[in-house]
Structure formats: structure tokens, C-alpha cells
């Protein structure tokens, strides 16, 4: 498929223009970007004892409340004296996201957007932001409150020509587009033997946030996994997200792009040129030798606040963010397990059903030999994530529990 | 002139289950005045009229579509209303759909065919009516009662009859079936198994078509968009909500009820607290027709105006076509509850045999030119089958194909190549 974009991120750019014959994963996302080894200001409030999350726009009382947590566990270098002089330019995830769907927007005019609240009020987590002063009302759509029918207005318009970006404005409320999303852009490229294609994006904050109730804190991946015919990723950086924008509009398949409500204030340093993360690529976030951490979305950073730990414990984790939810990619996990031979999934699905009990299927299916320990898989429980904020706490994953399982793991 | 359609009194309806609302079918389109407040006949829908609605709509007042529309005069001298060649291609797209469904069901029954086969006999009128008047870039979305619809289109009869044998030359390769009719090439966007679901997709084509001339800037763009379902799909969520929102933007795009007054065994009358559909246009902005969908001429002309409407720009029309399907459900509905009065009742207003009888009253065609087409087409369904019987199945390694249109989708295997490289994908034994 043609992309059309150019610059630094070269060997990413190689990777997705080339035929599908003479593709390397290995090019793949250890990637150039990582010129710098460190995260420099990804910042994220990761435990309900630092507070709630900040959602202004001050940057001191932002940086106040800031856990750093960092990719690697080296030294931290995150002095903002330092990054005027750095290349690229530092935004928070919320805008990287607005920055890849403006710039996809401006390449191709058939790109637009849809949902509740994207136009004049600029989307619930202001993703959407000023684009409808700048592309107008019909590119940016301010839709009724009708899931089901404007995700299926949306797989109507791809089916003719365009090249929407259907936000819900909560993953939850998706739900409502099940039929849509299942029955029609899943299968509809296939029932009609290969003539239409639906090169939609649907989009959306999910995930437990902080206390806002059961129906608003979902996971729907695990609900949309089984969907033949679409894909699935989740973003976790400013960087990947904005990447993954870029990729998910430009694919001719459908994508759902997971965001996570509490993620939308990370910081981060991208590069200026233009760039995509190729969609079906897990990330190498922290090399290791002791045990493979997998996991994608907000749980990776209650994971590196466990590496923290786990390292001044003397341990070597490997943590790779899967980013794609469905398919797998089995091989950057694969040569993970081969190197470790002992996994931790680290999500924040229910333990039914989840994303971490098919990747726990798909590892024992094709790593088998390879496993010197069961897998261990931890979700959140079963459970309507309850309004009460420690109830809340205890539904999810919390660091602590991560270092037990690796110390478990490794005995 | 009283053409052939009318009758000197129209009989009301009672169904067998005790209700009180009755149908009556009014005299045809042209001639009718407006009966009372119920306007059950098929109105001439005129613009001023219209804009003259939405500006009471907006002061409050609630204004009946009997307001809205105007009849046209009565004339002294007859005129017909359509000619000889349009009265032939009419008449042969509806035997078509008629002889292709007749042997849809032989093949049944023969085992050529499986699964569900909701069969269109009766219900011609209503897409050649409006079919017929479109262009090829417009675009039809239909439901599972769908082979009729893919052949006025412009689908050929081999293309859908292969596709129901299950093969691969099948107008969706065979993957598709009797309930998922897709063709890009004649625009037709499905074809799909659950109710309601098949509006969205349609409105979303409309909104194509009006983003197309908005902001691609494509001015001469006026692709409009016919949306066909059933009355069971007028009480869904997606019917209200797609209403709402093609009025809002005013997208190019026919609603058409086809309305058959069952949906397998569920009667109309006791599924809806108000069974008007065509009054349920209004509500959202939009003129609500009623009209007798047994009358392929009167189809015709509502279709005109609502096309038309829409191809100007001016919004979509909510278009009910009171119909009737001479079969069950589909050919696994024993069609036991409907009453035999009710089925003799619509059988002797079979749309083919009243266009027949209208062709050859006003000297538009003659018995022998007619039995021609009846001939030609036997002829075409004929070749269809021998078509489809002749087609190959589809092959084990076209399981994998079109699930993804780039198939990297299938993602990265072990050996860090791309899945859909794998050898054993291309001969669909790979597992994914």
C-alpha cells in the first residue's frame, strides 16, 4: 500500500512502502525514533496516591504532580532545561493524536470524522480540537446521539469513497454499534467477495479511569477480538499515537484505535518529520533477560513502575507494549519468549475472555516448548468497576502485585 | 381515463385479527383527490408545497402531509404516463424478477440452493418502479430480500444465480449467498441479513454523495441513494435514527418502506402502535407518500418526485409502497397464518398481469410482443442456471481471501514474515 510520507523515520518508512515479500520485522520498531534511549518527559500519574490527573493545561502544576516513569530503567535524564535544544517538539497525547489526524486530513481530503461532539465542542478528551473551524462541518461531523446508526453511516460512506474516522466519544457507548461493527465492517468485505472495502477508523477513549462508574469503564477489546476482518490496536504514547492515527487512517482495513482516558495528558518528545507505527508491530519498551512482561494501554506504565522496583530487586524484565491487539505479533513476542522462557501478561481486560487469555492461548499454541513456567496472565477481576475509589484500585492491576508475579515467576 | 388499475370501489380490508383500522386503495396517482385527513392515495408532491411545511414546521404548527401535497388536475383528454419503450423495459424487469425468484424456488426444492431464500414475488412493482429511474452511479441498499433488487439494478442474472448456487463466479464469489447481494460496479451495497442494519449504509452512501459535491468540490455530483426495507424494519432503532440524521444534513437519499403488512408471522397491525408509516416522514422533516405499491406506474411516479427531490438537493422523502409478497417469508416459511382472502385479495392485483393489461389497453405493446419478452426471459433464467450449474465451487484457497483487503492484517508469524506470505495461505490451509 502506498504511503506517502517521508523522512528520518526511515527504515519504518521502507517498512510499509516495501512490498510485503522483502519485509524484516527486525527493522521494525526498535525503531529510529529511539535516538533517545530514555523517554524524556513521559510523565504519567499512575497511582491513585499522587492524586487525580490533571486534565489543565498548567504545566507547572502538571510537572508538581508528575510520577516519571521511565522506558528504560537508566539513568533518567529529564531535565526540561534541556529539550529546546532536542529535535522534535513535545506535546501531550491528546494533541499527538489531533496532530496525526490533522496531517492525514490535510494529505487527503477524503479523510473526515464523525461522532458526538467532535465539531464545535472539539471531542469529549478535545482530540478533535479546531479541526472543524479548519476543515468544516461536513469533514468534521457533529453527529446525533445515534452509535449504531452513525458508525454504519460511517462503514456506508468508506463502502463509496470516503475515508472516515468514527470517534465514540466512550468506547462503551460503542456498544451500541456492535451490530454496525461486527456484522458490517467486519464481514462486509468478505460477503461481497472483495468489492468494497471499508477503510474506516473507529476511535475512542476506554479503559478504568478514575471513578467514573462502571458503564464508562470499559474494555472492549475483548468484546471486538473475535470480529473477523478488522483490526485492533491500542496506543500508549504520544508517539505510538499519533503513529497509529497515521497507519489506521491509511489502511484499507478497518482499524479500531483503543485510547485510554487516563493516558490523553502523557508528554512526550516527537520527531517533527513524518512517521506511521506500522499497525500489526509490538513495541520493545525495556529490553530483559529474565522474564517477558507483556502488555499494552495504561497497564504499561503500572508496569514500568513495577520495573522500577523489579530492577533495584536485581531483575531483568523485558516489557514489550503489544500494541496490537488483534493480530498478534507473534514474532516480536515469540523471540521474547525464546530468550526469557517465562511470561507475565500484564492487562487490564476481565479475566474472562480477555485480550491476555487469547495471547495466552496463542503463546502456548506456538511457544509451547519454549515455556519454562506456566504463563501467568493478570487482569483485572471480573468485575463492574465499582465507583469506590479503592474498590476501583483493587479491580485493576496495580504495581505491586506485577512485582509479586515476576518474583513468583522467576523462582 | 380510468386506467387499468382502478377499480370502481376499493374494497377495505379486515384482517382476521380484530382491529379497527382499515386500508382502502384509492383510485390511481394522476386522478384521485385527496380523501380525507388518512391521504392514502398517491399524491403529486410539489416543492412549494414542501417549503411551505418546513416553515410551519418551524412556528409549532403540526401540518399533515395532506397540506403539503397537491393532486394534479384532472384532465379531460387522457394522457399516459410513460411510453412504449419505458412500458417494455418495465414490463421486462419485472417478469425478470418474477421468473428468476419461480426458479429460485425450483432450485430449492431441487438442492441447488440452501440456507434462507426470501423470495420477491409480488412485490415487482416497487423496484422496477424506482430502480428503473436511477442511473448507475446511484446507489440501491436492500435487505435480505434482495435478488430482485440486484437485477433491476443491472446485476446479471448469471452473476446472481451463480452467486446463490454457491460458486465463484457468483456476483460476491459465493461467500456472500441469497442474503448479501454486493455489486461495485452497479452499486449496489448489499444485501444484509439483519433488519435495519442496511440504512446506515445507505445514508452513509448519501452522505458520500453530498460530501462529494461539498467538499471534494465534484458540483455536477447527485448520486442519490434508495434505501428498501420492510415494515418490520419501521419500528427499529436505525430506521428512526437514520431518519433523523438524512433530514438533518438533507442527504440525497429514497426511503422506501416496502411494505407487505408481515414480517414473517408477525402482522403489521400488531407490531405497530401507529401502522402508518408514511406518516412517521413528518415527524422528522421529511414528506411521508403513501402509495399503492402494487401499481408499477404509480410507484413510477412517486419515485420521480422523490428522486428528484433528492438529485436537486433538497433532502430525503419517506416513501411508503403498500405491497404484498406472494410467497412466505422465505421457502422454509410454511405461511400458515396469513389469511387465503388476503393473499386472493393482492394475487388479483398482481403488478405484472395489471401492466400487462395496461400496455395492451392503451395499445402501447401487443399479446405477442409481451409473450416475446416472456419468452426471452425464460430463456435468460434458463442460461442462468445452466450458468451457475456449470460454474466451478469456489476453491479451498479462497477461504482467506477478502477477509482483510490488505491482508497483512492476518499479522506477523513466528518467523516474523507476514502471515498472508505463508504458502498455506494462498491454499487457505493456514490457520489464523
Not at chain 1, 345 to 354: F, H
Given at each position: 500500500?502506498?504511503?506517502g510520507?517521508?523522512?528520518?523515520?526511515a527504515?519504518v518508512?521502507?517498512?510499509?512502502?516495501?512490498?510485503?515479500?522483502s519485509?524484516?520485522?527486525?527493522?521494525?520498531?526498535?525503531?529510529?525514533?529511539?535516538s533517545?534511549?530514555?523517554?524524556?518527559?513521559?510523565s504519567?500519574?499512575?497511582?491513585?496516591?499522587?492524586?487525580?490527573?490533571?486534565?489543565?493545561?498548567?504545566?507547572?502544576?502538571?510537572?508538581?504532580?508528575?510520577?516519571?516513569?521511565?522506558a528504560?530503567?537508566n539513568?533518567?535524564d529529564?531535565?526540561?532545561?534541556?529539550?529546546?535544544?532536542?529535535?522534535?517538539?513535545?506535546?501531550?497525547l491528546?494533541?499527538?493524536?489531533?496532530?496525526?489526524?490533522?496531517?492525514?486530513?490535510?494529505?487527503?481530503?477524503?479523510?473526515?470524522?464523525?461522532?458526538?461532539d467532535?465539531?464545535?465542542?472539539?471531542?469529549?478528551?478535545?482530540v478533535?480540537?479546531?479541526?472543524?473551524?479548519?476543515f468544516?462541518?461536513?469533514?468534521?461531523?457533529?453527529?446525533?446521539?445515534?452509535?449504531?446508526?452513525?458508525?454504519?453511516?460511517?462503514?456506508?460512506?468508506?463502502?463509496?469513497?470516503?475515508?472516515?474516522?468514527?470517534?465514540?466519544?466512550?468506547?462503551?457507548?460503542?456498544?451500541l454499534a456492535?451490530?454496525?461493527?461486527?456484522?458490517?465492517?467486519?464481514?462486509?468485505?468478505?460477503?461481497?467477495?472483495?468489492?468494497?472495502?471499508?477503510?474506516?477508523?473507529?476511535?475512542?477513549?476506554?479503559?478504568?479511569?478514575?471513578?467514573?462508574?462502571?458503564e464508562?469503564?470499559?474494555?472492549l477489546?475483548?468484546?471486538f477480538?473475535?470480529?473477523?476482518g478488522?483490526?485492533?490496536?491500542?496506543?500508549?504514547?504520544p508517539y505510538?499515537?499519533k503513529?497509529?492515527?497515521?497507519?489506521?487512517?491509511?489502511?484499507?482495513?478497518?482499524?479500531?484505535?483503543?485510547?485510554?482516558?487516563?493516558?490523553?495528558?502523557?508528554?512526550?518528545?516527537?520527531?517533527?518529520?513524518?512517521?506511521?507505527?506500522?499497525?500489526?508491530?509490538?513495541e520493545?519498551?525495556?529490553?530483559?533477560?529474565?522474564?517477558?512482561?507483556?502488555?499494552y494501554?495504561?497497564?504499561?506504565?503500572?508496569?514500568?513502575?513495577?520495573a522500577?522496583?523489579?530492577?533495584?530487586?536485581?531483575?531483568?524484565?523485558?516489557?514489550?507494549d503489544?500494541?496490537?491487539?488483534?493480530p498478534?505479533?507473534?514474532?516480536?513476542i515469540?523471540?521474547?519468549?525464546?530468550?526469557?522462557?517465562?511470561?507475565?501478561?500484564?492487562?487490564?481486560?476481565?479475566?474472562?475472555?480477555?485480550?491476555?487469555?487469547?495471547?495466552?492461548?496463542?503463546?502456548?499454541?506456538?511457544?509451547?516448548?519454549?515455556?519454562?513456567?506456566?504463563i501467568?496472565?493478570?487482569?483485572?477481576?471480573?468485575?463492574?468497576?465499582?465507583?469506590?475509589?479503592?474498590?476501583?484500585?483493587?479491580?485493576?492491576?496495580?504495581?505491586a502485585?506485577?512485582?509479586?508475579?515476576?518474583?513468583?515467576?522467576?523462582? | 381515463?380510468?386506467?387499468?388499475?382502478?377499480?370502481?370501489?376499493?374494497?377495505t380490508?379486515s384482517?382476521?385479527?380484530?382491529?379497527?383500522?382499515?386500508?382502502?386503495h384509492d383510485?390511481?396517482?394522476?386522478?384521485?383527490?385527496p380523501?380525507?385527513?388518512?391521504?392514502?392515495?398517491?399524491?403529486?408532491?410539489?416543492?412549494?408545497?414542501?417549503?411551505?411545511?418546513?416553515?410551519?414546521?418551524?412556528?409549532?404548527?403540526?401540518?399533515?402531509?395532506?397540506?403539503?401535497v397537491?393532486?394534479?388536475?384532472?384532465k379531460?383528454?387522457?394522457?399516459?404516463?410513460?411510453?412504449?419503450?419505458e412500458?417494455l423495459?418495465?414490463?421486462?424487469?419485472?417478469?425478470?424478477?418474477?421468473?428468476?425468484?419461480?426458479?429460485c424456488?425450483?432450485?430449492?426444492?431441487?438442492?441447488?440452493?440452501?440456507?434462507?431464500?426470501?423470495?420477491?414475488?409480488?412485490?415487482?412493482?416497487?423496484?422496477?418502479?424506482?430502480?428503473?429511474?436511477?442511473?448507475?452511479?446511484?446507489?440501491?441498499v436492500?435487505?435480505?430480500?434482495?435478488?430482485?433488487?440486484?437485477l433491476?439494478?443491472?446485476?446479471?442474472?448469471?452473476?446472481?444465480?451463480?452467486?446463490?448456487?454457491?460458486k465463484t463466479?457468483?456476483c460476491?464469489r459465493?461467500?456472500?449467498?441469497?442474503?448479501?447481494?454486493?455489486?461495485?460496479?452497479?452499486?449496489?451495497?448489499?444485501g444484509?441479513?439483519?433488519?435495519?442494519?442496511?440504512i446506515?449504509?445507505?445514508?452513509?452512501?448519501?452522505?458520500t454523495?453530498?460530501?462529494?459535491?461539498?467538499?471534494?468540490?465534484?458540483?455536477?455530483?447527485?448520486?442519490?441513494?434508495?434505501a428498501?426495507?420492510?415494515?418490520?424494519?419501521?419500528?427499529?432503532?436505525?430506521?428512526?435514527?437514520?431518519?433523523?440524521?438524512?433530514?438533518?444534513?438533507?442527504?440525497?437519499?429514497v426511503?422506501?418502506?416496502?411494505?407487505?403488512?408481515?414480517?414473517?408471522g408477525?402482522?403489521?397491525?400488531?407490531?405497530?402502535?401507529?401502522?402508518?408509516?408514511?406518516?412517521?416522514?413528518p415527524?422528522?422533516?421529511?414528506?411521508g407518500?403513501?402509495?399503492d405499491?402494487m401499481?408499477?406506474?404509480?410507484?413510477?411516479?412517486?419515485?420521480?418526485?422523490?428522486?428528484?427531490?433528492?438529485?436537486?438537493g433538497e433532502?430525503?422523502?419517506?416513501?411508503e409502497?403498500?405491497?404484498?409478497?406472494?410467497?412466505?417469508?422465505?421457502?422454509?416459511?410454511?405461511?400458515?397464518?396469513r389469511?387465503?382472502a388476503?393473499?386472493?385479495?393482492?394475487?388479483?392485483?398482481?403488478?405484472?398481469?395489471?401492466?400487462?393489461?395496461?400496455l395492451?389497453?392503451?395499445?402501447?405493446?401487443s399479446?405477442?410482443?409481451?409473450?416475446?419478452?416472456?419468452?426471452?426471459?425464460?430463456?435468460?433464467?434458463?442460461d442462468?442456471?445452466?450458468?451457475a450449474?456449470?460454474?466451478?465451487?469456489?476453491?479451498?484457497s479462497?477461504?482467506?481471501?477478502?477477509v482483510?483487503?490488505?491482508?497483512?492484517?492476518?499479522?506477523?508469524?513466528?518467523?516474523?514474515?507476514?502471515?498472508?506470505?505463508?504458502?498455506?495461505?494462498?491454499?487457505?490451509?493456514?490457520?489464523?
Amino acid at each position: 500500500m502506498a504511503t506517502g510520507f517521508h523522512g528520518v523515520g526511515a527504515a519504518v518508512a521502507a517498512l510499509s512502502s516495501s512490498p510485503s515479500n522483502s519485509f524484516d520485522s527486525k527493522k521494525l520498531l526498535c525503531s529510529p525514533r529511539r535516538s533517545f534511549p530514555v523517554r524524556k518527559g513521559a510523565s504519567f500519574v499512575a497511582d491513585r496516591s499522587d492524586g487525580s490527573v490533571n486534565l489543565d493545561l498548567n504545566p507547572k502544576a502538571r510537572r508538581a504532580q508528575q510520577l516519571i516513569v521511565n522506558a528504560v530503567a537508566n539513568k533518567a535524564d529529564s531535565s526540561p532545561a534541556s529539550s529546546s535544544s532536542k529535535p522534535g517538539h513535545e506535546l501531550l497525547l491528546f494533541e499527538a493524536l489531533r496532530e496525526g489526524l490533522e496531517e492525514e486530513m490535510d494529505r487527503d481530503p477524503r479523510v473526515c470524522v464523525m461522532g458526538e461532539d467532535v465539531g464545535h465542542y472539539g471531542g469529549s478528551y478535545k482530540v478533535t480540537r479546531g479541526l472543524a473551524e479548519k476543515f468544516g462541518d461536513l469533514r468534521v461531523l457533529d453527529t446525533p446521539i445515534a452509535e449504531n446508526s452513525f458508525t454504519g453511516m460511517g462503514i456506508g460512506a468508506a463502502m463509496t469513497g470516503l475515508r472516515p474516522v468514527v470517534e465514540g466519544m466512550n468506547m462503551g457507548f460503542l456498544l451500541l454499534a456492535f451490530n454496525q461493527i461486527s456484522n458490517n465492517c467486519g464481514m462486509l468485505h468478505y460477503t461481497s467477495g472483495g468489492q468494497f472495502t471499508i477503510p474506516i477508523v473507529i476511535r475512542g477513549p476506554g479503559g478504568v479511569g478514575r471513578q467514573l462508574g462502571a458503564e464508562h469503564s470499559q474494555r472492549l477489546e475483548s468484546y471486538f477480538q473475535s470480529i473477523p476482518g478488522i483490526q485492533m490496536v491500542a496506543c500508549s504514547t504520544p508517539y505510538n499515537a499519533k503513529g497509529l492515527m497515521k497507519a489506521a487512517i491509511r489502511s484499507e482495513n478497518p482499524v479500531i484505535l483503543f485510547e485510554h482516558v487516563l493516558l490523553y495528558n502523557l508528554k512526550e518528545r516527537i520527531p517533527d518529520e513524518d512517521y506511521i507505527c506500522n499497525l500489526e508491530e509490538a513495541e520493545m519498551v525495556r529490553p530483559g533477560e529474565h522474564v517477558t512482561i507483556l502488555t499494552y494501554s495504561r497497564m504499561r506504565y503500572h508496569v514500568m513502575q513495577a520495573a522500577k522496583t523489579l530492577v533495584n530487586k536485581g531483575y531483568d524484565p523485558e516489557v514489550i507494549d503489544i500494541r496490537s491487539l488483534k493480530p498478534f505479533d507473534l514474532h516480536t513476542i515469540g523471540n521474547s519468549v525464546k530468550k526469557t522462557h517465562r511470561v507475565l501478561i500484564v492487562e487490564e481486560c476481565m479475566r474472562t475472555g480477555g485480550i491476555g487469555a487469547s495471547l495466552t492461548a496463542a503463546i502456548t499454541e506456538n511457544f509451547h516448548d519454549y515455556l519454562d513456567t506456566p504463563i501467568m496472565c493478570l487482569s483485572s477481576q471480573d468485575v463492574p468497576t465499582p465507583y469506590a475509589g479503592t474498590l476501583e484500585e483493587w479491580t485493576v492491576v496495580q504495581p505491586a502485585q506485577i512485582v509479586t508475579a515476576v518474583e513468583q515467576l522467576c523462582k | 381515463m380510468s386506467t387499468a388499475f382502478s377499480a370502481a370501489n376499493f374494497s377495505t380490508q379486515s384482517f382476521p385479527l380484530n382491529h379497527t383500522s382499515t386500508t382502502t386503495h384509492d383510485s390511481p396517482l394522476v386522478f384521485a383527490k385527496p380523501t380525507s385527513q388518512f391521504l392514502r392515495s398517491t399524491p403529486k408532491l410539489r416543492l412549494s408545497s414542501f417549503s411551505k411545511l418546513n416553515l410551519s414546521r418551524r412556528s409549532g404548527t403540526v401540518v399533515a402531509v395532506s397540506d403539503v401535497v397537491k393532486q394534479k388536475k384532472s384532465k379531460s383528454t387522457p394522457t399516459l404516463l410513460i411510453t412504449k419503450e419505458e412500458g417494455l423495459e418495465l414490463y421486462e424487469d419485472m417478469v425478470l424478477g418474477r421468473a428468476f425468484e419461480d426458479m429460485c424456488a425450483q432450485m430449492y426444492y431441487r438442492g441447488k440452493m440452501f440456507g434462507f431464500v426470501h423470495l420477491y414475488n409480488g412485490q415487482e412493482a416497487v423496484s422496477t418502479g424506482f430502480i428503473k429511474l436511477l442511473k448507475q452511479q446511484d446507489s440501491v441498499v436492500s435487505t435480505y430480500r434482495d435478488h430482485v433488487h440486484a437485477l433491476s439494478k443491472g446485476v446479471p442474472a448469471r452473476a446472481v444465480m451463480s452467486e446463490l448456487f454457491g460458486k465463484t463466479t457468483g456476483c460476491c464469489r459465493g461467500q456472500g449467498g441469497s442474503m448479501h447481494m454486493f455489486s461495485r460496479e452497479h452499486n449496489l451495497l448489499g444485501g444484509f441479513a439483519f433488519i435495519g442494519e442496511g440504512i446506515p449504509i445507505a445514508t452513509g452512501a448519501a452522505f458520500t454523495s453530498k460530501y462529494k459535491r461539498e467538499v471534494l468540490k465534484e458540483a455536477d455530483c447527485d448520486h442519490v441513494t434508495l434505501a428498501f426495507f420492510g415494515d418490520g424494519t419501521c419500528n427499529n432503532g436505525q430506521f428512526f435514527e437514520c431518519l433523523n440524521m438524512a433530514s438533518l444534513w438533507k442527504l440525497p437519499i429514497v426511503f422506501v418502506v416496502e411494505n407487505n403488512l408481515w414480517a414473517i408471522g408477525m402482522s403489521h397491525l400488531r407490531a405497530t402502535s401507529d401502522p402508518q408509516i408514511y406518516k412517521k416522514g413528518p415527524a422528522f422533516g421529511m414528506p411521508g407518500i403513501h402509495v399503492d405499491g402494487m401499481d408499477v406506474l404509480k410507484v413510477r411516479e412517486v419515485a420521480k418526485e422523490a428522486i428528484g427531490r433528492a438529485r436537486r438537493g433538497e433532502g430525503p422523502t419517506l416513501v411508503e409502497c403498500e405491497t404484498y409478497r406472494f410467497r412466505g417469508h422465505s421457502l422454509a416459511d410454511p405461511d400458515e397464518l396469513r389469511d387465503p382472502a388476503e393473499k386472493a385479495h393482492y394475487a388479483a392485483r398482481d403488478p405484472i398481469t395489471a401492466l400487462k393489461k395496461y400496455l395492451t389497453e392503451n395499445n402501447l405493446a401487443s399479446e405477442s410482443e409481451l409473450k416475446a419478452i416472456d419468452k426471452k426471459i425464460d430463456e435468460v433464467v434458463e442460461d442462468a442456471v445452466e450458468f451457475a450449474d456449470e460454474s466451478p465451487v469456489p476453491p479451498r484457497s479462497q477461504l482467506l481471501e477478502n477477509v482483510f483487503a490488505d491482508p497483512k492484517g492476518f499479522g506477523i508469524g513466528s518467523d516474523g514474515r507476514y502471515r498472508c506470505e505463508d504458502p498455506k495461505f494462498t491454499q487457505g490451509t493456514a490457520h489464523v
